[in-house]
């Protein structure tokens, strides 16, 4: 008896009703910057399949592929973990941004507020560079926002830790804040970038809270109005952040952005 073919095998894995209702979204990453070039092969055979049999399918970017067909969906997911991939499958939902996006999910950071959430930023890149080899979307997400606000050009994807390591050393500017290339401007933060850069406000605070210094301040208040909290802006005390973080404002800011029917992520 011959050897059952890769897709074959995997495809006979799934035991879920297959659906062609929804759109599905894979998208992969491999830690070694040269996958297994089988693995392309076999995507370009599973698309070509798919099509064969009345999908739709779109991979014209790398490390997605988006399909109609669930079971071509999982098969792909199936896929790049047997090649070792990083890998999460989405449910995504069309809609008009007008009326499923409240107007906070575009959060404005105000001039004097900028420095201090680079700051925070930072801190959560150096810890995160002490014992992370492979970034994942949301570390991304907080490079990005470190080249943007600075003016930088848009990293080079996806990143290793000697491209993390370099951006740091770049953008140390605690000493003397004056005289770096801070924007004297509001900046918006959207939806994609809000999450990840919100956290590392959270974990700032968190871990540095009883500095109570003017940044402490800023980052304190900037994460209450993410909160909800239209209060006047004050100086808090220890007892006012840790208050603040029991009540998980990031984590709820990502569960009202799933409910508003964004992007749903399959567990």
């Given at each position: 008896?011959?050897?059952?073919?890769?897709?074959?095998?995997?495809?006979?894995?799934?035991?879920?009703?297959?659906?062609?209702?929804?759109?599905w979204?894979?998208?992969y990453?491999?830690?070694?910057?040269?996958?297994?070039?089988?693995?392309?092969?076999?995507?370009?055979?599973?698309?070509?399949?798919?099509?064969?049999?009345?999908?739709?399918?779109?991979?014209?970017?790398?490390?997605?592929?988006?399909?109609?067909?669930?079971?071509?969906?999982?098969?792909?997911?199936?896929?790049?973990?047997?090649?070792?991939?990083?890998?999460?499958?989405?449910?995504?939902?069309?809609?008009?941004?007008?009326?499923?996006?409240?107007?906070?999910?575009?959060?404005?950071?105000?001039?004097?507020?900028?420095?201090?959430?680079?700051?925070?930023?930072?801190?959560?890149?150096?810890?995160?560079?002490?014992?992370?080899?492979?970034?994942?979307?949301?570390?991304?997400?907080l490079?990005?926002?470190?080249?943007?606000?600075?003016?930088?050009?848009?990293?080079?994807?996806?990143?290793?830790?000697?491209?993390?390591?370099?951006?740091?050393?770049?953008?140390?500017?605690?000493?003397?804040?004056?005289?770096?290339?801070?924007?004297?401007?509001p900046?918006?933060?959207?939806?994609?970038?809000?999450?990840?850069?919100?956290?590392?406000?959270?974990?700032?605070?968190?871990?540095?809270?009883?500095?109570?210094?003017?940044?402490?301040?800023?980052?304190?208040?900037?994460?209450?109005?993410?909160?909800?909290?239209?209060d006047?802006?004050?100086?808090?005390?220890?007892?006012?952040?840790?208050?603040?973080?029991?009540?998980?404002?990031?984590?709820?800011?990502?569960?009202?952005?799933?409910?508003?029917?964004?992007i749903h992520?399959?567990?």
């Open positions: 008896m011959g050897r059952t073919p890769l897709l074959t095998k995997l495809s006979n894995e799934i035991r879920i009703e297959n659906s062609r209702k929804n759109d979204l894979v998208t990453g491999f830690p070694s910057s040269r996958p297994n070039p089988n693995f392309f092969k076999k995507l370009v055979e599973l698309t070509d399949d798919l099509h064969r049999k009345g999908a739709n399918v779109d991979k014209s970017r790398t490390s997605i592929f988006m399909t109609n067909d669930l079971h071509g969906a999982v098969t792909a997911v199936k896929l790049a973990k047997h090649y070792g991939a990083d890998v999460r499958l989405y449910k995504v939902e069309e809609m008009d941004p007008k009326n499923s996006i409240e107007p906070d999910y575009e959060f404005k950071l105000e001039k004097d507020e900028v420095s201090s959430v680079m700051i925070a930023v930072h801190y959560m890149l150096s810890k995160i560079s002490k014992k992370c080899e492979h970034f994942n979307d949301d570390i991304t997400q490079v990005i926002f470190l080249y943007v606000v600075e003016y930088f050009l848009r990293p080079n994807l996806p990143l290793k830790k000697q491209d993390l390591e370099k951006i740091l050393e770049q953008t140390i500017y605690l000493e003397d804040r004056e005289s770096y290339r801070i924007p004297r401007v900046f918006i933060l959207e939806l994609i970038n809000l999450a990840p850069i919100m956290r590392a406000v959270e974990v700032y605070l968190e871990e540095n809270k009883r500095s109570l210094n003017e940044d402490i301040n800023i980052l304190f208040n900037v994460l209450n109005r993410l909160h909800g909290s239209e006047i802006p004050f100086e808090p005390s220890i007892g006012d952040i840790e208050e603040l973080i029991i009540l998980h404002p990031v984590d709820n800011l990502v569960e009202r952005i799933k409910n508003a029917g964004i992520e399959i567990r």
